[in-house]
């Protein structure tokens, strides 16, 4: 098997997947430009921020797994990945911490003015009565959008520093919300208003893009820090620009829309121009910590897809189909049986869309679930059936 890797991993990473027998290319500086002319011989391609678009998977005739070695699956075609029967697999959480100490940095950075005060010693400037008029934090309320296990982690850092926490989440509930000591909040509006600093978790989807609305930043208190190191997308980012430069609001930001994509360059964004901005370069998940966790979750997933057929963590795979019958053949276990009840469907026409074997203790016997498109007729049933030599018993259900 082949395994392409498009950014940089781990060495130990690598070399576990050499170790597995695996032909590893292993070339983190190819972008997207370069993936849209195809991958010929690659099965497996591991990312992490590198764009896999629908150019790239149709041009990848032996591509059948994308690993995305984080949580968000963005960067990837996950439309034209399931079009072609390529697997998507992601691995959430293991950066969690590593995000939540970078948004306290963030927090802390907007805060005491950091990053003001080194540029100003490197200048070779003092400024110690400007510098020393930070308001501090303890006391003070941050609220958390997205409770998932980032927004969690720093829960956790932000009650260590003092602050009181109040929180949003679609899945958050008041009791949840009492066993984590945070204060339950029914809306993000609601969270914004009690929040001296609102801090977003939440991963970019149709649901979520803009949800950080002008009406959202408006409810903010004066003075407030608006801290984002989720998604660029999931804020409207013009109403930000103009709340910071107006000076009513401070930002901490590991994403924002004109990132560039290249990993080392020139470059220009507006908010360069603010003042009351602290800006990271989207390091969020980039700690040494959280990347040979992220690794090894991504070496895993292509183990047990090479050594069992089963890849953890799918994405893509359709989690009901609309098929109205199930097939439940119970059989000896032998070759060519679900072969021979597979014959008998197609030529009837009817789809199997959905198929599970699963093997009885002696390995005599085994049951095989087939959903299917269509109800058969009795005579495809009996066809079936009447495999002595093959089949045990052959029955029919509607699914409900």
């Not at 070695?69 to 293991?94: F, H, L, R, T, W």
Request: aromatic residues 6%; charged residues 25%; glycine residues 8%.
């Amino acid at each position: 098997m082949n395994v392409t890797i498009a950014d940089k991993l781990p060495d130990e990473a690598v070399k576990q997947l050499e170790e597995m027998g695996l032909k590893v290319d292993n070339n983190p500086g190819l972008k997207e430009t370069d993936l849209e002319n195809g991958l010929p011989d690659a099965q497996v391609l591991m990312v992490r921020s590198t764009v896999v678009n629908s150019e790239c998977i149709e041009k990848s005739p032996r591509l059948s797994l994308i690993i995305r070695a984080g949580a968000g699956v963005n960067n990837i075609d996950i439309e034209a990945a399931s079009g072609k029967g390529i697997y998507v697999a992601n691995c959430p959480g293991k950066n969690a911490i590593a995000v939540a100490e970078l948004t306290m940095g963030l927090i802390l950075s907007l805060d005491r003015f950091i990053p003001q005060n080194v540029s100003d010693f490197n200048a070779g400037k003092w400024n110690k009565a400007a510098y020393s008029k930070a308001d501090g934090l303890f006391g003070k309320t941050i609220g958390i959008i997205g409770t998932g296990m980032i927004g969690q982690e720093v829960i956790k850092r932000a009650q260590g520093f003092g602050l009181n926490v109040v929180a949003w989440s679609r899945s958050l509930t008041p009791k949840m919300a009492d066993k984590m000591e945070i204060e339950y909040a029914s809306s993000i509006e609601e969270t914004a208003k009690a929040s001296d600093i609102l801090s977003v978790h939440l991963a970019m989807n149709a649901e979520t893009r803009g949800i950080i609305s002008k009406e959202i930043l408006s409810a903010l208190k004066d003075g407030a820090m608006f801290i984002n190191t989720s998604r660029d997308g999931v804020v409207d980012e013009d109403a930000l620009y103009n709340e910071v430069k107006s000076g009513r609001l401070k930002a901490g930001l590991d994403v924002f829309s004109d990132e560039p994509e290249f990993k080392e360059g020139e470059f220009e964004s507006r908010f360069q121009r603010l003042d009351n901005v602290c800006i990271t370069h989207h390091i969020g998940a980039s700690t040494y910590q959280a990347q040979m966790a992220v690794a090894d979750d991504a070496v895993d997933i292509v183990r047990g897809y090479l050594q069992e057929g089963k890849v953890r963590n799918w994405l893509n795979r359709c989690e009901h189909t609309e098929s109205p019958w199930q097939l439940v053949v119970r059989h000896y276990d032998k070759p060519g049986v679900i072969a021979n009840v597979m014959n008998e469907l197609k030529r009837a026409k009817i789809n199997a869309q959905e198929l599970e074997n699963v093997i009885f203790d002696r390995k005599l016997a085994a049951c095989c679930t087939i959903q299917l498109d269509a109800e058969p007729t009795e005579k495809v049933l009996q066809n079936i059936r009447t495999r002595q030599d093959e089949v045990i018993s052959a029955m029919l259900v509607p699914r409900g």
